[in-house]
């Protein structure tokens, strides 16, 4: 590689800008190489710490590669270099509420979790649709959470929102289904 995140190159200790670790890491991310655009975009960061939008670039790397942490970390950093700017903040929530239904997922998957609070990861789904209103996985995670409680009316509302954002999906309208006959032999 022709590059080290001390902003000097390897062959011959030229100099790279910020654009040209932004132009690499873009190049890295077309050869499928996301752990070396990381890199790149990291020693963006280091040669131009105040780069909102280098931050929220990175931010969406670290993303796409399940390091939530740090790209919550950048996007953080990007809405404190410039808070105008919407889609750094939209960004922000999703990945908040990304967090926020893994979460729930481990406690709906670990039976004796949920027992301790059976609501907790309804508060923790409810939470991440409120950040994040299109997010559908959040919706249909929501709606198991209330099927498991028996609160088959306020799963079928769950599912129904999460169609109207996917009216297409096959797999929604199956799981619907699957409600209104739990809902029906509820009922009985």
Known sequence: MLYQTNGYSREGGVHMSPNDYVREA?????R??????ITCFE???????????????CSI??????????????????????????????????LQALVLV??????LEVEDGAAQNPYHPITLLQEAIT????YGDAYVWLAIAHSRMNEHLQAIAALKEV???????????QLMKDLQKSLQTYMQ
Request: some cysteine; glycine content about 4%.
């Open 163 to 173: 169609i109207s954002l996917h009216p297409d999906d096959a797999g929604l309208r």
């Open 43 to 57: 020693a963006a960061i280091t040669a131009s710490p105040g780069d909102a939008e280098v931050r929220y670039r």
């Open 32 to 37: 499928s190489d996301f752990a070396e655009a």
């Open 61 to 94: 790397t670290y993303a796409r590669n399940g390091m939530l942490e740090k790209a919550i970390e950048h996007a953080l950093a990007a809405v404190g270099l410039d808070p105008d700017k919407p889609e750094y903040l939209l960004h922000l929530q999703h």
């Open 102 to 107: 893994q979460q729930a997922k481990r406690l």
């Open 131 to 134: 950040l994040d209103p299109l």
């Open 26 to 30: 873009y190049r890295c991310i077309l």
